[in-house]
């Protein structure tokens, strides 16, 4: 809600929550006019947009019956929990003529964006080599929440949840992927959780470069995350989060750029509670729901589409299916995925 509440324009008319006594809740605490329990009677009211924050499970229903109802779509990552379901979110939000965003909000981090533009503007050039270390801390409390945990709601740990938003950074910063290996375990959090709380891959890209990430949510206190990457000519920059939440260039040797801040990650400084790593990032937030609005009002892609947010998916599933069956996935696009969509519709 702060991060709608930031954007100008926009006015949160109606909440749908399978819950209705949690979508009453939260309605009177925020002074929405209108609570509903079933998703169609919500978007048949008529809305020019709606952001979906349920359960990952859920993201392909809420996005479909935004489809249904032609209203543009702003869904919360992990876009869905599988490629296929993402797809079909995809074609049926192009076959509508809405808008599909995707939330990847630390894209928009002044840190993130500066690696980025020094890829586009060469004076970084192709990344040669990467990689995302994510180390979180999640507990028994955060696991209580009935959807978490579950392979059916989840689809996945520590990789789906919230180390996707650095993988996504990852390929945003390295381009398309060519093959993948990976594995994935449950090493502290057994008996808790169904899904992994421990990974760690090998991603070759399409360009030649070779990334590793590793991933965890058993790190008492979290440490934090860093993206890095670096060209052929040694020249390096990273994005490091720390603590989770903050993001910030800690390393970098692009010129004009120079920054090397490694000394601010300290051990043993505590977590932020979930609530505030939350506020931390509502400005970002704010952001990229501002730059939907504006894909709405200006007829334009927004920053991140569904066909973006479907590449980590890629990745994260690849992995999965990799550590299940020991052997590398290969990525065969003969075209790039928004082409063939284009040419689909
Ligand atoms: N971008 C980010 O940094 C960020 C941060 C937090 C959460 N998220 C994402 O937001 C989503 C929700 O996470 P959360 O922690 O807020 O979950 P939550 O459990 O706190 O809230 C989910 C709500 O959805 C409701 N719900 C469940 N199924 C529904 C359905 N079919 N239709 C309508 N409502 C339904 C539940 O009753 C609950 O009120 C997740 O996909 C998560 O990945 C993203």
């Known amino acids: 809600m702060a991060a709608l509440r930031g954007v100008a324009g926009v006015q949160v008319v109606a909440v749908v929550d399978v819950d209705i006594g949690r979508a009453h809740s939260f309605t009177a605490a925020h002074g929405i006019p209108q609570a509903y329990q ?3 009677e919500m978007l048949g009211s008529g809305l020019d947009a709606v952001t979906v924050c349920t359960p990952h499970s859920a993201h392909e229903a809420g996005v479909l019956a935004a489809a249904r109802h032609r209203t543009h779509v702003l869904c919360e990552k992990p876009v869905a929990l599988t490629v296929a379901q993402a797809q079909r979110m995809i074609a049926a939000t192009a076959a509508a003529g809405v808008r599909f965003g995707v939330l ?9 964006i500066r690696i980025r533009r020094a890829i586009e503007d060469g004076r970084l050039g192709t990344p040669i080599c990467g990689g995302v270390v994510a180390r979180f801390n999640r507990d028994a409390d955060y696991y209580a929440e009935p959807w978490r945990g579950r392979a059916a709601t989840e689809g996945g740990g520590v990789l789906m949840t919230q ?5 996504d950074l990852l390929q945003w910063f390295m381009g398309p992927v060519r093959r993948v290996t990976g594995r994935c375990a449950t090493l502290v959090h057994k008996g808790l959780i169904e899904v992994e709380d421990t990974a760690a891959a090998v991603v070759e890209f399409a360009s030649g470069g070779i990334a590793t990430i590793q991933a965890g949510t058993t790190f008492r206190p979290g440490l934090g995350a860093q993206v890095w990457v670096s060209d052929a000519q040694g020249r390096t920059a ?13 390393i970098s040797t692009v010129p004009g750029q120079e920054v090397s801040q490694t000394g601010r990650v300290r051990a043993g400084a505590p977590d932020l509670p979930l609530a505030e790593i939350h506020d931390q990032l ?3 937030h704010a952001q990229q729901i501002e730059d939907f609005v504006g894909a709405i009002r200006h007829d334009r892609e927004p920053e991140v589409t569904g066909l973006d947010a479907v590449k980590s998916l890629e990745i994260i599933e690849a992995i999965y299916a990799s550590s299940g ?5 290969e990525f065969t696009h003969a ?7 284009r040419r689909r519709l």
């Open 38 to 40: 079933d998703v169609d």
């Open 104 to 112: 990847f909000q630390r894209r928009f981090w002044p840190a993130a």
């Open 163 to 167: 180390a996707i938003h650095h993988v």
């Open 238 to 250: 990273s994005v490091m989060e720390f603590p989770e939440g903050v993001g910030f260039t800690d």
């Open 282 to 284: 509502v400005p970002y």
């Open 325 to 329: 069956t020991g052997a590398a996935v």
């Open 335 to 341: 075209v790039p995925p928004r082409e063939r969509v």
